[in-house]
């Protein structure tokens, strides 16, 4: 099978034109928390900031402003739980194109009504997105809409390689792009757009690419030589969850990418907490797996760094749960377990412990009911905030010298 031809630097060019007049250009601005962590100039490339909250829109626009006008008289169709399908429904609503959404059954409330929000057909169908793809194809195939993949095609890649032509263009010395990884057409239009504008300087560029360890199909794949599928699970970062990387922007990323990554669930949690707390941006889990990559220490940064912020779509619960799950992976909320006699002024001395430590407790559980209690005993699990591994150690040392047994517990 012939090799397929890479986009020039004219064709990013072109589809840069093509969007400028839909899409925000979005902010790079420097993270200085994380330029202390690495002792290198860090910025973010804001996407999370973009129109729909997400990237997604500069590949899906550039693929519909290039449809011929019968093509747009048979409207488009696309499968999605969130970003695709908001990008694909603005798109189609300034380009007067008919969109139907087909998203899955546990599809975000937000993300749903957003959608519907840009004039979008919305079928909810298909406990998973497989499913949900199934039934999109199904409905091209019947109705004649023309099928909007998420990645994997030329257009959406030369749309989304317009990130990095922003890039060069607000920071014209960049030395590094991290970037997050799924499908690939995200990666592979930032990889090949920056290596080849950083040619035409007469310089280099580095890109490296980040992915959910627990649904990482470009490193198995990249060994193969192909594409191939893998098992994934499930992962806070859905939005990147794909169980095989696209045949149009594999080549790429083999070719252009110069090193690919993988963060754990503890990390990503622990990545978006920074952003939050830190830089005061709200940024999904999938967006901010690059942020995950640099705080591991899994990328040697030299130079100039730009980490692609690639969405800000997530549902406020979810957002609830991540803080807390980053928190207690940073050592900051800890649950220990304290077994007490069953008597009074128990509790007390328990609090007055954890107070001599200066840490604050912010739930507590007390039962006489739980597996392997005697009928004296009780069990008192405490939630308690803490400012890291250090002053959590300190906690529980002070419950020892209080005469008490502390246990750790899992969040």
Known sequence: MAQQKFPSLQEFQDAAKRVQSVVTKTPLIESHWLTEVTGQPVFYKCENLQRTGAYKVRGAYNLLSQLTKEEQKRGVVAASAGNHAQGVALAAQQLGIKATIFMPVGASLPKYQATIGYGANVVLTGAIFDETNAAAKDFA???????????????????????????????????NIVVCLGGGGLTAGVALAAKLKAQELGRKVKVYAVQAELAAAYPASLRAGKPVEVKTQPTIADGIAVAKPGKVPFDIIAKHVDKVVTVSEDEIAKGMLGVLERSKLVVEAGGAVGVAAVLAKKLKLKGKTAIVLSGGNIDPLLLQRVIRHGLAASDRYTNIAVMLPDRPGQLVRTAQAVADAHANVVEVLHTRHGNGLQISEVELDLSV???????????LEALKQAGLNPKLLSD
């Open 141 to 175: 195939q019947k109705s004649g809409a023309v099928y909007v993949p998420p990645f994997d095609h030329l257009d959406i890649v030369r749309g989304q390689g317009t990130v990095a032509l922003e890039i060069f263009d607000q920071l014209p010395d960049v030395d």
């Open 385 to 395: 905030e803490t400012r890291g591994k250090e002053h959590r150690d300190e906690v």
